[in-house]
């Protein structure tokens, strides 16, 4: 069973335009959220967080939504840059709940930003 | 000064054979993971262990066993290997292990079995 889903495999965007990634989860004990990005052959990288306390958080161009109420998460990317090319897995976790606080990884999503 | 280094970062191997993957990291953190990324892409914790307590996901076959010499090492040895073992696995670690401290991952061992 998939807790944490992010429904497209792949984006393409303009550079310049935004990247808008999304993610919904499934388990209502998760409280805390977190996007990291994987370049080919290397591992995760973090990228942003948000506790469920929060609706928004935002470092330089990227901003993460959280609508607690739709168990919907975002990742906005504005200005996209070809850099930015990479794979994005949404992740969260739970403080409480039994899964003592481990990352539930979505499967990816791969955003190509072109030239 | 890589943060989290992995070795292997590719194994080929035989069925039935047994094997190890080292992961050491520098960050003076007290908490280490190892992930399975399948075929599928997913990114599934296999173990956490910190100085005090190591947590097995339920799912993972006993033939995996994590061995932590020290805090800053965490080796997964697989015993007796099998096809479906093939799959790249990432050794991470965090200062927190609430889950609220960012996982700093290793690069990845892409391990095939034939």
């Known amino acids: 069973d998939q807790q944490v889903k992010q429904n497209s495999p792949s984006l393409s965007v303009q550079e310049g335009r935004i990247s808008i990634l999304n993610c919904d989860y499934t388990n209502s004990m998760f409280d805390y959220f977190l996007w990291y990005k994987k370049y080919p052959a290397e591992g995760p990288t973090f990228l942003i967080s948000?506790?469920?306390?929060?609706d928004k958080n935002e470092d330089g161009r990227f901003t993460v939504f959280l609508n607690k109420s739709a168990k919907h998460l975002s990742l906005h990317i504005v200005p996209s840059q070809p850099g930015d090319s990479a794979v994005y897995f949404c992740?969260?976790?739970?403080?409480?709940?039994?899964?003592?606080?481990?990352?539930?990884f979505g499967k990816g999503t791969k955003l190509s930003v072109k030239p | 000064d890589t943060a989290v280094s992995q070795t292997p970062k590719y194994l080929v191997t035989q069925m039935g054979n047994d094997k190890s993957i080292k992961c050491e990291q520098n960050?003076?953190?007290?908490?280490m993971y190892w992930y399975k990324q399948d075929s599928k892409k997913f990114l599934k914790i296999m173990f956490s262990?910190?100085?005090?307590?190591?947590?097995i996901n339920e799912t993972v076959p006993n033939r995996f066993s994590p061995k932590s010499p020290d805090k800053a090492h965490l080796n997964l040895h697989i015993n007796s290997l099998e096809l479906g073992d093939s799959a790249v696995y990432f050794c991470a670690s965090t200062k927190m292990a609430s889950g609220r401290g960012t996982q700093y991952f290793g690069p990845g061992t892409r391990l095939l079995v034939l």
């Open positions: 262990y910190n100085n005090k307590e190591l947590i």
């Open positions: 960050l003076g953190h007290d908490t």
């Open positions: 948000i506790s469920s306390i929060k």
């Open positions: 992740a969260a976790s739970a403080e409480y709940g039994g899964s003592q606080g481990n990352l539930i």
